[in-house]
């Protein structure tokens, strides 16, 4: 078949990559900022104590200024690989890593990691002293300027009340936040989170994600965001990047949808064409 032809009756792959190769485009085409953090044909690879893991293969996307930019697929697609290797602690066996231009090659206080677990927080520091610690450490504040920066921060995901309270005395979802304030008080180019609330019940994940879009309101944060759940995907996503099965690669790239149609025939309509382009062969 002649590619006149192919254009004339495309098939549902061709719009895909088509779609996506339009996206990867945006930067130049639509006049957007340059991309704050670019995976450029980035493969990640990890050993078992019985084979060598190939996570990802192949994976390019660009991250932009103030994006909620999501990372969608089922288990086993290498997202979380690479999300840890945005972050410094993984390197690729072939690709690059670029951050502001500058190849990623070590954890760096520019990336900030808030991770499923509850347990992330110093036990025997408080709210505010947790907060603290981490701008001690990076050395990127002080004294007063450290302490205002904290509490503005725990101010910011609503434990004001709770600033001066030990880690065994909050709930899960509560210490979640500790977690949001720190990465968020080293205000890092991106705030790296790996599925943040699937430990948590459904009414507890609702309430920690309408709080997300609400800081990034306040503040237009730039984060990179891991699920498998698509209804998630589409509620904290500006922009969704489907990863097929193991090992992960890239799919499409879509957009979102504008939160005043979340619970819509549009959010219906997203959700099953996600779900079709995910598992259909």
């Known amino acids: 078949m002649s590619p006149q032809a192919n254009l004339v009756n495309p098939s549902k ?10 996206l990867s485009r945006q930067g130049t085409d639509a006049g957007l900022p340059t991309p704050l953090l670019e995976i450029d044909g980035v493969t990640l690879q990890y050993k078992t104590s019985e084979h060598l893991v190939t996570a990802t ?74 907060v603290e610690f981490a701008l001690q450490a990076s050395g990127r504040l002080k004294g007063r300027e450290m302490q205002e920066r904290a509490a503005y921060y725990i101010e910011k995901v609503g434990l004001a009340k709770f600033i001066d309270s030990y880690p065994h005395t909050l709930s899960g979802g509560m210490k979640q936040r500790v977690s949001i304030a720190r990465g968020m008080a080293m205000e890092p180019d991106v705030l790296l989170m790996d599925e943040p609330y699937a430990a948590l019940d459904a009414l507890t994940r609702r309430k920690m994600q309408d709080e997300l879009l609400r800081l990034w309101d306040d503040t237009r944060f730039t984060v990179l965001f891991v699920t498998h759940s698509i209804e998630e995907a589409i509620r904290i996503g500006t922009r969704i990047l489907l990863l097929s099965p193991h090992p992960g690669q890239v799919k499409a790239e879509l957009n979102s949808i504008p939160e005043s149609e979340l619970g819509t025939a549009s959010q219906a309509a997203l959700e099953s064409r996600i779900n079709s382009m995910l598992f259909s062969h």
Not at 16 to 21: A, G, H, L, S
Request: charged share 25%; net charge positive; hydrophobic share 35%.
């Open 13 to 22: 792959e061709t719009i895909v990559k088509i779609e996506t190769q339009v």
């Open 57 to 130: 293969q192949h994976v390019s996307f660009n991250v932009y200024p103030s994006d909620r930019f999501v990372l969608l697929g089922p288990s086993g697609c290498g997202k979380s690989t690479l999300l840890k290797a945005i972050g410094g602690y993984l390197q690729p066996v072939s690709g690059k890593i670029r951050l502001k231009g500058k190849e990623v090659s070590e954890p760096g206080p520019d990336r900030m990691m808030v991770f499923q677990e509850f347990d992330q927080l110093l036990p025997w520091k408080t709210v505010r002293q947790n």
